[in-house]
């Protein structure tokens, strides 16, 4: 049990608050399907979602079967496999492999579908925060 609290501190950011409803314990949810709030919504907090796929592409078909799409990863010991599917298969802005999504400075980041439009950080970016103006002289 005490492994579980330290990875709430974890996911958390910091010590376990004291205050009343104030914490939420790390959950395993299992058996998740269409039409549960855990399948159709995005969760924030210590939560994993368990959902059972017949074969790889019943698991891109159910990663992709979503509204949202900021970030998805892979993990795989086939680097190549690993590559095809987040490059060409995952819908998401940002996809990983072998690795959670997370964002670094010198990437673009951001989603797509209700995950939002455009992308913030790297010099692709900053374009996203200004306007460009074309004008013509003849």
């Known amino acids: 049990m005490e492994s579980v609290q330290m990875g709430a501190k974890l996911l958390i950011g910091g010590e376990v608050p004291d205050g009343d409803g104030a914490f939420y314990p790390p959950t395993i949810l299992t058996d998740v399907a269409p039409g549960m ?14 959902f ?3 074969d790889e592409s019943d698991a891109i078909r159910i990663a992709n079967d979503t509204t949202f799409g900021l970030g998805a990863c892979v993990f795989t010991e086939d680097l190549a496999r690993g590559e095809r599917i987040a ?3 995952l819908e998401a802005g940002c996809c990983f492999v072998n690795a959670f999504v997370k964002s670094d400075p ?3 980041f951001g989603g797509i579908n209700r995950s939002g439009f455009g992308r913030e950080l790297s010099h692709l970016g900053i374009r996203e925060f200004v306007n460009t103006k074309t004008f013509y002289v003849k």
């Open 37 to 50: 709030p855990a399948y159709e919504e995005e969760i924030f907090g210590p939560v994993a979602s368990v």
């Open 106 to 108: 010198r990437l673009p």
């Open 52 to 54: 059972r796929a017949a």
């Open 87 to 89: 490059k060409n298969e």
